[in-house]
């Protein structure tokens, strides 16, 4: 499967942000999706994962409340809404694809990436 990010941008603080992630190549439905970021000179961090069906989500703890995670599967896309944004959500961010059904924040048990969209927050 092939991911394509966008949606990244430069955005003052409390400012929103909505990132979208177009799947193709394969059965979009049968992989579980994550976002990551990274901050220069930081590892690659989890920040969101939704499951195949868009049943469960689950967040990091400092995104949690602000950021939310949705899918449609018709349109093999998976979007990531960025709300209340800080200047340390500033990082690069990658939509990333996972076979196994079973929970993961490591960046490792994701099969396929996305190229990353920057997201800019200015205080």
């Known amino acids: 499967v092939q991911l394509q990010a966008s949606g990244g941008g430069l955005v003052q603080a409390e400012g929103s942000l909505r990132l979208s992630c177009a799947a193709s190549?394969?059965?979009?439905?049968?992989?579980?999706m994550g976002w990551f970021r990274q901050a220069p000179g930081k590892e690659r961090e989890f920040v969101s994962r939704?499951?195949?069906?868009?049943?469960?989500?689950y967040y990091a703890g400092s995104v949690k409340g602000r950021f939310s995670i949705f899918r449609d599967n018709a349109k093999n896309t998976v979007y990531l809404q960025m709300n209340s944004l800080k200047p340390e959500d500033t990082a690069v961010y990658y939509c990333?694809?996972?076979?196994?059904?079973?929970?993961?924040?490591?960046?490792?048990?994701?099969?396929?990436w996305g190229q990353g969209t920057q997201v800019t927050v200015s205080s």
């Open positions: 990333a694809a996972d076979w196994s059904i079973r929970y993961s924040e490591s960046p490792n048990e994701y099969e396929y």
């Open positions: 190549g394969r059965t979009f439905s049968s992989y579980d």
């Open positions: 939704i499951s195949r069906s868009g049943g469960s989500t």
